[in-house]
Protein backbone atom coordinates (compact mmCIF):
# COMPACT_ATOMS: atom_id res chain seq x y z
CA UNK A 1 0.00 0.00 0.00
CA UNK A 2 3.03 2.44 0.50
CA UNK A 3 2.61 3.27 -3.28
CA UNK A 4 -0.30 4.91 -3.13
CA UNK A 5 -0.08 9.05 -2.83
CA UNK A 6 -1.21 11.60 -0.29
CA UNK A 7 -3.68 12.29 -3.30
CA UNK A 8 -5.07 9.00 -3.76
CA UNK A 9 -5.34 8.32 0.63
CA UNK A 10 -7.40 11.48 0.22
CA UNK A 11 -9.71 10.49 -2.80
CA UNK A 12 -10.19 7.06 -0.77
CA UNK A 13 -11.45 8.86 2.54
CA UNK A 14 -13.13 11.52 0.69
CA UNK A 15 -15.14 9.04 -0.99
CA UNK A 16 -16.00 6.71 1.98
CA UNK A 17 -16.62 10.04 3.91
CA UNK A 18 -19.43 10.91 1.61
CA UNK A 19 -20.80 7.47 1.97
CA UNK A 20 -20.47 7.05 5.74
CA UNK A 21 -22.29 10.61 6.10
CA UNK A 22 -24.85 10.38 3.54
CA UNK A 23 -25.99 7.01 5.70
CA UNK A 24 -25.64 9.64 9.14
CA UNK A 25 -27.59 12.20 7.47
CA UNK A 26 -30.31 9.80 7.12
CA UNK A 27 -30.17 8.47 10.47
CA UNK A 28 -32.91 10.68 11.59
CA UNK A 29 -35.35 9.47 8.85
CA UNK A 30 -37.27 7.21 11.86
CA UNK A 31 -37.79 10.36 13.87
CA UNK A 32 -39.43 12.24 11.05
CA UNK A 33 -42.02 9.32 10.03
CA UNK A 34 -43.04 9.11 13.33
CA UNK A 35 -43.67 12.85 13.24
CA UNK A 36 -45.65 12.04 9.86
CA UNK A 37 -47.22 9.52 11.22
CA UNK A 38 -48.87 11.70 14.53
CA UNK A 39 -49.00 15.01 12.54
CA UNK A 40 -46.97 16.69 15.61
CA UNK A 41 -43.33 16.96 16.36
CA UNK A 42 -44.39 18.17 20.02
CA UNK A 43 -41.51 16.64 22.19
CA UNK A 44 -39.02 16.30 19.64
CA UNK A 45 -36.15 19.49 19.33
CA UNK A 46 -35.78 21.74 16.36
CA UNK A 47 -32.10 22.74 17.53
CA UNK A 48 -29.67 19.82 16.64
CA UNK A 49 -31.82 19.78 13.20
CA UNK A 50 -31.00 23.85 12.82
CA UNK A 51 -27.65 23.37 14.27
CA UNK A 52 -26.87 20.93 11.75
CA UNK A 53 -27.82 22.62 8.94
CA UNK A 54 -25.94 25.92 9.84
CA UNK A 55 -22.72 23.82 10.12
CA UNK A 56 -23.70 22.10 6.69
CA UNK A 57 -23.69 25.21 5.09
CA UNK A 58 -20.70 26.96 6.89
CA UNK A 59 -18.68 23.64 5.34
CA UNK A 60 -20.04 24.16 2.16
CA UNK A 61 -19.24 27.76 2.32
CA UNK A 62 -15.86 26.61 3.28
CA UNK A 63 -15.14 24.39 0.61
CA UNK A 64 -16.12 26.83 -1.83
CA UNK A 65 -13.48 29.43 -0.80
CA UNK A 66 -10.77 26.57 -0.46
CA UNK A 67 -12.07 24.23 -3.37
CA UNK A 68 -12.96 20.42 -1.58
CA UNK A 69 -15.12 18.75 -4.04
CA UNK A 70 -15.63 15.83 -1.45
CA UNK A 71 -16.97 18.78 1.24
CA UNK A 72 -18.78 20.76 -0.98
CA UNK A 73 -20.92 17.31 -2.30
CA UNK A 74 -21.69 16.06 1.38
CA UNK A 75 -22.59 19.50 2.83
CA UNK A 76 -24.91 20.12 -0.58
CA UNK A 77 -26.78 16.49 0.48
CA UNK A 78 -26.58 17.39 4.02
CA UNK A 79 -28.09 20.87 3.04
CA UNK A 80 -30.99 19.73 1.07
CA UNK A 81 -31.70 16.76 3.81
CA UNK A 82 -31.59 18.95 7.06
CA UNK A 83 -33.98 21.31 4.99
CA UNK A 84 -36.47 18.85 4.99
CA UNK A 85 -35.99 17.66 8.50
CA UNK A 86 -36.83 21.44 9.52
CA UNK A 87 -39.66 21.71 7.21
CA UNK A 88 -41.41 18.77 8.79
CA UNK A 89 -40.38 20.11 12.05
CA UNK A 90 -42.10 23.53 11.43
CA UNK A 91 -45.08 22.19 9.57
CA UNK A 92 -46.07 19.68 12.27
CA UNK A 93 -45.25 21.82 15.19
CA UNK A 94 -48.09 22.81 17.60
CA UNK A 95 -49.89 25.97 16.99
CA UNK A 96 -48.46 27.39 20.36
CA UNK A 97 -44.73 26.41 19.25
CA UNK A 98 -44.76 26.78 15.47
CA UNK A 99 -44.03 30.73 15.48
CA UNK A 100 -41.04 29.99 17.77
CA UNK A 101 -39.59 27.08 16.22
CA UNK A 102 -40.17 28.88 13.10
CA UNK A 103 -37.97 31.96 14.70
CA UNK A 104 -34.88 29.01 15.94
CA UNK A 105 -34.71 28.53 12.14
CA UNK A 106 -34.14 32.13 11.32
CA UNK A 107 -32.33 33.08 14.08
CA UNK A 108 -29.85 30.50 13.34
CA UNK A 109 -29.83 29.67 9.45
CA UNK A 110 -30.57 32.87 8.37
CA UNK A 111 -29.21 35.65 11.10
CA UNK A 112 -26.40 33.25 12.61
CA UNK A 113 -25.52 32.27 8.62
CA UNK A 114 -25.80 35.51 7.16
CA UNK A 115 -23.96 37.67 9.97
CA UNK A 116 -20.76 35.54 9.35
CA UNK A 117 -21.00 35.32 5.41
CA UNK A 118 -21.24 38.78 5.96
CA UNK A 119 -18.63 39.67 8.05
CA UNK A 120 -16.18 37.20 6.48
CA UNK A 121 -16.69 39.16 3.17
CA UNK A 122 -17.02 43.02 4.00
CA UNK A 123 -14.32 42.43 6.93
CA UNK A 124 -11.77 39.65 6.45
CA UNK A 125 -10.03 40.00 2.84
CA UNK A 126 -7.35 37.24 1.37
CA UNK A 127 -6.57 34.11 3.05
CA UNK A 128 -7.46 35.77 6.44
CA UNK A 129 -11.20 34.78 5.01
CA UNK A 130 -10.48 31.43 4.68
CA UNK A 131 -9.16 30.93 8.18
CA UNK A 132 -11.92 32.21 9.80
CA UNK A 133 -14.17 30.04 8.35
CA UNK A 134 -12.12 27.13 9.26
CA UNK A 135 -12.38 28.25 12.34
CA UNK A 136 -15.65 28.91 13.02
CA UNK A 137 -16.51 25.72 11.25
CA UNK A 138 -14.06 23.49 13.91
CA UNK A 139 -15.77 25.28 16.81
CA UNK A 140 -19.20 24.56 15.18
CA UNK A 141 -18.34 20.96 14.87
CA UNK A 142 -16.35 20.44 17.99
CA UNK A 143 -19.45 22.04 19.58
CA UNK A 144 -21.89 19.35 18.01
CA UNK A 145 -19.65 16.86 19.01
CA UNK A 146 -19.75 17.66 22.31
CA UNK A 147 -23.83 17.50 22.37
CA UNK A 148 -24.34 13.85 23.53
CA UNK A 149 -22.54 14.07 27.13
CA UNK A 150 -26.13 14.70 28.27
CA UNK A 151 -26.90 11.58 26.40
CA UNK A 152 -24.08 9.74 27.61
CA UNK A 153 -24.79 11.32 30.92
CA UNK A 154 -28.33 9.57 31.11
CA UNK A 155 -27.14 6.65 29.77
CA UNK A 156 -25.11 6.89 33.43
CA UNK A 157 -27.67 7.53 35.14
CA UNK A 158 -30.37 5.69 34.20
CA UNK A 159 -28.27 2.35 33.15
CA UNK A 160 -30.06 2.44 29.82
CA UNK A 161 -29.05 2.87 26.63
CA UNK A 162 -32.61 2.97 24.84
CA UNK A 163 -32.06 6.26 22.96
CA UNK A 164 -28.14 5.87 22.49
CA UNK A 165 -27.99 3.33 19.83
CA UNK A 166 -25.19 1.25 18.94
CA UNK A 167 -25.61 1.27 14.80
CA UNK A 168 -25.45 5.42 14.77
CA UNK A 169 -22.48 5.67 17.22
CA UNK A 170 -20.40 3.15 15.04
CA UNK A 171 -21.54 4.77 12.14
CA UNK A 172 -20.59 8.20 13.46
CA UNK A 173 -17.58 7.11 14.76
CA UNK A 174 -16.17 5.81 11.47
CA UNK A 175 -17.11 8.75 9.98
CA UNK A 176 -15.43 11.20 12.21
CA UNK A 177 -12.55 8.50 11.47
CA UNK A 178 -12.82 9.36 7.24
CA UNK A 179 -13.20 13.08 7.60
CA UNK A 180 -10.03 12.78 10.15
CA UNK A 181 -7.75 11.30 7.52
CA UNK A 182 -9.05 12.72 4.50
CA UNK A 183 -8.30 16.33 6.43
CA UNK A 184 -5.08 14.87 7.00
CA UNK A 185 -3.95 13.70 3.59
CA UNK A 186 -4.84 17.09 2.09
CA UNK A 187 -3.02 18.91 5.00
CA UNK A 188 -6.41 20.41 6.30
CA UNK A 189 -6.33 20.56 9.76
CA UNK A 190 -9.60 22.51 10.27
CA UNK A 191 -11.51 19.23 8.98
CA UNK A 192 -9.08 16.68 10.56
CA UNK A 193 -9.18 18.52 13.73
CA UNK A 194 -12.32 18.42 15.19
CA UNK A 195 -13.05 14.64 13.81
CA UNK A 196 -10.55 13.90 16.63
CA UNK A 197 -12.78 14.76 19.32
CA UNK A 198 -15.80 13.00 17.77
CA UNK A 199 -13.75 10.09 16.96
CA UNK A 200 -13.22 9.29 21.05
CA UNK A 201 -16.89 10.88 21.66
CA UNK A 202 -17.81 7.78 19.50
CA UNK A 203 -15.81 5.15 21.52
CA UNK A 204 -17.16 6.23 24.00
CA UNK A 205 -20.04 5.59 23.36
CA UNK A 206 -19.97 2.38 22.10
CA UNK A 207 -18.24 1.35 25.13
CA UNK A 208 -21.26 2.74 27.48
CA UNK A 209 -23.26 1.11 25.17
CA UNK A 210 -21.65 -2.43 25.93
CA UNK A 211 -21.26 -1.60 29.48
CA UNK A 212 -25.33 -1.06 29.81
CA UNK A 213 -26.87 -2.75 26.61
CA UNK A 214 -28.40 -5.60 29.03
CA UNK A 215 -29.99 -3.05 31.07
CA UNK A 216 -33.51 -1.61 30.94
CA UNK A 217 -34.86 1.20 32.10
CA UNK A 218 -37.04 4.10 31.88
CA UNK A 219 -35.52 7.04 29.75
CA UNK A 220 -36.99 10.38 28.54
CA UNK A 221 -37.94 10.06 25.25
CA UNK A 222 -37.27 13.72 24.77
CA UNK A 223 -33.57 13.08 24.54
CA UNK A 224 -33.07 11.67 21.00
CA UNK A 225 -29.26 10.93 19.83
CA UNK A 226 -30.94 11.01 16.46
CA UNK A 227 -31.57 14.85 17.20
CA UNK A 228 -28.59 15.21 18.99
CA UNK A 229 -25.32 14.15 16.73
CA UNK A 230 -25.88 15.28 13.25
CA UNK A 231 -22.40 16.62 12.52
CA UNK A 232 -20.41 14.95 8.90
CA UNK A 233 -17.28 15.86 9.07
Known amino acids: MAFLTAQTWAFIFGILGNIVSFLVFLAPVPTFYTIYKRKSSEGFQVLPYSVALLSASLLLYYAFLKPNTYIISINGMGCLIELIYLLIHVIYSPKKTKISTSGMVLLFNVGGLGVIMAVSLL ?67 YIALPNVMGFLFGIVQMTLYFIYKDAKQDVDPNLKLEGLMIIMN
Open 123 to 189: VVKGSSRVTLIGWVCAAINLAVFAAPLSIMRQVIRTKSVEFMPFTLSFFLTICSKMWFFHGYFIRDY
